[in-house]
Every structure is written in structure tokens, then in C-alpha cells.
Antibody, heavy 120, light 107 residues
Framework: EVQLVQSGAEVKKPGESLKISCKGS????????IGWARQMPGKGLEWMGM???????????RYNPSFQGQVSISADKSISTAYLQWSTLKASDTAIYYC??????????WGQGTLVTVSS | EIVLTQSPATLSLSPGERATLSCRAS??????LGWYQQKPGQAPRLLIY???NRATGIPARFSGGGSGTDFTLTISSLEPEDFAVYYC?????????FGGGTKVEIK
């Protein structure tokens, strides 16, 4: 059974850093893209970027230009886990963040979401 | 960036009725358009990909159509569990983008 399990909810202050995770199981982690999507409170979905872990060498990463430089996406193939990272959080980063396995750029399996709250 | 515009924003219908949702792209996406369902407190679920293909396990009452810039999602007869928000998404160009969503609510 394909599963994506995300790390738990986080409460942070503006200016702090954060790394959330998404662990894949039940499929070959290195042969599918993983995408990250943001859903701000009461709003719609936005793709932030995606990563292809690959079998060898560096992972392939693509960022939505709207999020380029705001976040970093990475993966640890040895533990089948993808990450989304911020170096300096802002209040406007408050949202639910979802990871999804991408099959031909369709999110066919999704994580349960990670709520990130940034407040002073 | 391709902008997807969904209409209507809200659709008020009764169980058993037919629902027709629209998604219009700012430029052609060929048939690279999909639909997701999202219920409160849940992650999105893929319903339709490449305009008209049902994803695994999706009931036959859900169907998709269209090509180029105009697409529709049809639910032939609404079941109680179908009341939710529906999003379209295109994969024709990077970045991948979603529409703003249509909420299907109980009348």
C-alpha cells in the first residue's frame, strides 16, 4: 500500500527556521517525483515545487517561480523521505503543507498534511 | 503561468441531482487537465487525469471532458459523500497550477 506520512504540526515564531518531512512507503521512492503544495487558511491549493530523488547522483528539483528562494526542497533516498525547509519563517507562511506522489505530474497519493503556524 | 478559472464558485444542489463544474485555462493545456476532490480536514483526492480518465477507484458517476482551454467535471447523480470542494489542475506547463475551486454544497 502506497503511503506518504508527514511530520506533525509545528508552531514557530517569525524569523525561525523549520524543516518538515514526508516519508514514502509501499512503492519505489526513487522513481517518482514528490511534489509539495501549500494551502493557506480557507484558501485553495498551490504547487510549490517538486523533487525527483532518482536512483543515482543528485536529485532533480524544480521550483514554482513564486516560491523560488523562499523554500528549499530536498530528499534523503536512504530513508525514502522528502523535505520542505524554510530558513526564515514569516507569518504569511502559516498554512497546511501537503506532499504528494506525482505520477506524470498528477498527485495520485497524498500525505495527511502538516499544519505550520507562524506567530509571535 | 497558466491561470485556471473555475466556475461557479459555489454550486447548491440536492442529492441525486447532476453537477456540472467548469474550468477554463488562460491558454491551451491540450488534454493535460485533472480534477481533485477535497473534503474538510482531508488531503485532496485525484478524480480525473488527462481530461477524461478516472483515477483508480473513482466511481463511474464522475466524468470529465474537454480539451484546449475549456473543461468540465460532471457528477451524474450526487451522493451525500460528494459534497466537497473540487479543484482543477493543469500539467501542460510549468509551474503546475490549480484553479480556485468550486464548492458543491447541499441545497
Amino acid at each position: 500500500e502506497v503511503q506518504l506520512v508527514q511530520s506533525g504540526a509545528e508552531v514557530k515564531k517569525p524569523g525561525e527556521s523549520l524543516k518538515i518531512s514526508c516519508k514514502g512507503s509501499g512503492y519505489s521512492f526513487t522513481t517518482y517525483w514528490i511534489g509539495w503544495a501549500r494551502q493557506m487558511p480557507g484558501k485553495g491549493l498551490e504547487w510549490m515545487g517538486m523533487i525527483y530523488p532518482g536512483d543515482s547522483g543528485d536529485s532533480d528539483i524544480r521550483y514554482n517561480p513564486s516560491f523560488q528562494g523562499q523554500v528549499s526542497i530536498s530528499a534523503d533516498k536512504s530513508i525514502s523521505t522528502a523535505y520542505l525547509q524554510w530558513s526564515t519563517l514569516k507569518a504569511s507562511d502559516t498554512a497546511i503543507y501537503y506532499c504528494a506522489r506525482l505520477k506524470v505530474n498528477w498527485g495520485d497519493y497524498w500525505g495527511q498534511g502538516t499544519l505550520v503556524t507562524v506567530s509571535s | 503561468e497558466i491561470v485556471l478559472t473555475q466556475s461557479p464558485a459555489t454550486l447548491s444542489l440536492s442529492p441525486g441531482e447532476r453537477a456540472t463544474l467548469s474550468c477554463r485555462a488562460s491558454q491551451s493545456v491540450s488534454n493535460y487537465l485533472g480534477w481533485y476532490q477535497q473534503k474538510p480536514g482531508q488531503a485532496p483526492r485525484l478524480l480525473i487525469y488527462d481530461a477524461s480518465n478516472r483515477a483508480t477507484g473513482i466511481p463511474a458517476r464522475f466524468s470529465g471532458g474537454g480539451s484546449g482551454t475549456d473543461f468540465t467535471l460532471t457528477i451524474s447523480s450526487l451522493e451525500p459523500e460528494d459534497f466537497a470542494v473540487y479543484y482543477c489542475q493543469q500539467r501542460g506547463n510549468w509551474p503546475l497550477t490549480f484553479g480556485g475551486g468550486t464548492k458543491v454544497e447541499i441545497k
